[in-house]
């Protein structure tokens, strides 16, 4: 029975393509896929694959520019010569389909107009994380190849998207992809900044029944890294500092478990030109690849920590069913516990 | 710096139309005998100032600090403010109508994380009339100790850094910890050593 789709994390209306398997006992079950996009006219499913494009990290932090949409704490970490260099961020994402759209992450006077070549959701995600972390080795890697392969360093990933389904399975029998990225969630080989999802709301790993495509789905993929030692989920704000959830984001909800690996990060989509949690899991994705780059010999499951554990909660809306540990906080996990 | 002007007319009179060309100071020269006994006679103060060029160096360290990871702050200026900031005084004495030394002392300063050591100001100043009431003077100068240091923090990161030792000011920036202390200060006084050529063309 085919019950499940890929989603990426973005507010928009979805059309179904892909593959998958979940088993349920010992059936297996075919997956359905979806994508979503925003303001792009669908076009034929993709083919995509491959081992994903090139890491470059040939960026520079001399042509680095703050752009709106980042944390000040950006600017100040590449003050300091740092922008993530010794790692390697990996965004497994859609760069293939027939679904692009414009935004505004940068000064390019093309894209913000929306009158070039719009991007892929994938195109915009690696985007940011480039942006925000311009020494890292950004890989950009369609999500429908096989396995994920590590880079030698340290790594991160950014999944932006979901494995959306009816509820009801027990077990999950994932394909290649999948099946890599939660062994290295499980094995703490790799950060893994996973987007909440844009259930208006929901608890992350629960249906999301309350808004969107994706209303009376289960996001499998959140479900299964519930727990997982790398996994850090990012919910959105209306912006940095705000407090104030996104109405489209996903909560932490009443899970205990979820609320300690829970984020929260800024989207201000009126600088953006879009909104959804897909776009607040790169800058985290951001932050633990500049975070890698001080702490050299720190494990990611220490990362993940360190991020988790320095999250600002001062904000008076803070309840960690909603925020988890609080909003993303840079110059809070790059600062010593104690000092003398 | 002070400039005291002697009332004589030989010199009083090059403070008056003059064309400067210096490499560091300007000053006037004083004409005293040069005896013994006549040593306070002699000596003027040339330079009364609190505070260092290593002073202001210290000063702008103070301003800001940083959040600590798990709650709490640091102030920069528990560490690097000070009730006493480094006097310098600095005296010429005359040797003779062309010849003077400078020499005085500086009393150093210290705070919680840092120390500017006390120091020791020795030099001479030479003079040489020129025609038409031109002048030109060469002076020397060099500052002995005066060194500003600073001592390391010792800094707990929890699980991902453990214990460091670091730089007290770059502990929470993303500099990798041990690399923090290559930038701890250790600079000798600006004006360790200083030549100065003075021409003055009286018109």
Same mark, same amino acid.
Not at chain 1, 68 to 72: D, F, G, N, V
Not at chain 1, 312 to 319: H, I, R, T
């Given at each position: 029975m085919s019950i499940s789709q890929r989603s990426i994390l973005i507010l928009a209306s979805s059309i179904a393509f892909g593959f998958g398997a979940l088993n349920d006992s010992a059936q297996a079950q075919d997956l359905t896929f979806g994508l979503l996009a925003p303001g792009g006219v669908p076009g034929p499913p993709g083919g995509g694959g491959g081992d994903g494009g090139g890491g470059d990290g040939g960026g520079s932090l001399a042509d680095a520019v703050r752009y $709106?949409?980042?944390? %000040?704490d950006v600017q100040g970490a590449w003050d300091d010569g740092y922008g993530g260099q010794g790692t390697t961020i990996t965004f497994v994402d859609d760069f293939n389909s027939g679904y692009v759209f414009a935004g505004t992450l940068t000064d390019d006077p093309c894209l913000d107009a929306g009158t070039c070549t719009a991007l892929h959701h994938g195109d915009w995600t690696a985007m940011q994380g480039e942006l925000i972390a311009p020494l890292a080795n950004i890989v950009r890697r369609d999500w429908s190849g096989g396995p994920v392969k590590l880079k030698n360093g340290f790594n991160v990933l950014n999944l932006s998207y979901g494995m959306y389904a009816a509820p009801g399975f027990a077990s999950v029998r994932w394909n290649k992809q999948e099946n890599s990225i939660l062994d290295y969630a499980a094995n703490g080989d790799a950060v893994i900044a996973k987007a909440a999802g844009n259930g208006c709301g929901a608890e992350t790993g629960q249906t999301a029944d309350l808004c969107g495509s994706t209303t009376g789905k289960l996001d499998y993929l959140a479900w299964d890294l519930i727990g997982t030692e790398g996994t850090i989920f990012v919910g959105a704000l209306t912006d940095h500092g705000s407090g104030t959830l996104a109405y489209y984001s996903n909560i932490a909800g009443d899970n205990t478990t979820v609320q300690n690996q829970f984020l929260v990060a800024g989207v201000d989509s009126s600088d953006m030109g879009f909104a959804g949690t897909s776009f607040a899991a790169p800058q985290v994705a951001g932050y633990a690849a500049i975070l890698s780059s001080k702490f050299t010999s720190a494990t990611p499951g220490q990362v993940v920590d360190q991020l988790l554990g320095t999250a600002?909660? $001062?904000?008076? $809306?803070?309840?960690p069913r909603l925020h988890g540990q609080g909003e993303a906080d840079l110059s809070m996990a790059l600062a010593p516990d104690k000092i003398q | 710096m002070r400039i005291r002007q002697d009332s004589s007319d030989n010199w009083a009179s090059? %403070?008056?139309g003059r064309i400067s060309a210096c490499l560091s100071f300007a000053f006037c020269l004083f004409a005293f005998p040069a005896s013994g006994q006549e040593f306070l006679a002699d000596t003027r103060l040339v330079e009364a100032r609190m505070g260092s060029s290593l002073s202001s160096t210290v000063r702008k360290a103070e301003q800001g600090g940083y959040r600590l990871a798990r709650g709490g702050e640091v102030r920069f200026s528990d560490w690097y403010s000070t009730s006493w900031q480094d006097l310098r005084l600095t005296w010429i004495t005359a040797l003779s109508k062309d010849l003077g030394i400078y020499w005085g002392f500086g009393t150093g300063e210290r705070g919680g994380k840092y120390e500017i050591d006390p120091s020791l100001k020795l030099g001479f100043l030479a003079k040489q009339e020129l025609d038409d009431g031109q002048t030109l003077m060469f002076a020397a100068t060099t500052v002995l100790w005066g060194r500003l240091s600073e001592d390391s923090c010792i800094a707990d990161y929890g699980a991902i850094g453990g214990v460091q030792e670091v730089n007290c000011r770059l502990a929470a920036t993303p500099l990798p910890p041990a690399d923090t202390l290559e930038y701890l200060y250790d600079a000798p006084p600006a004006d360790r050593f200083v030549l100065s050529l003075t021409y003055d063309w009286r018109f």
């Open positions: $709106s949409w980042m944390h %000040a600002d909660s $001062s904000f008076a $809306s803070y309840e | 090059l %403070a008056r």
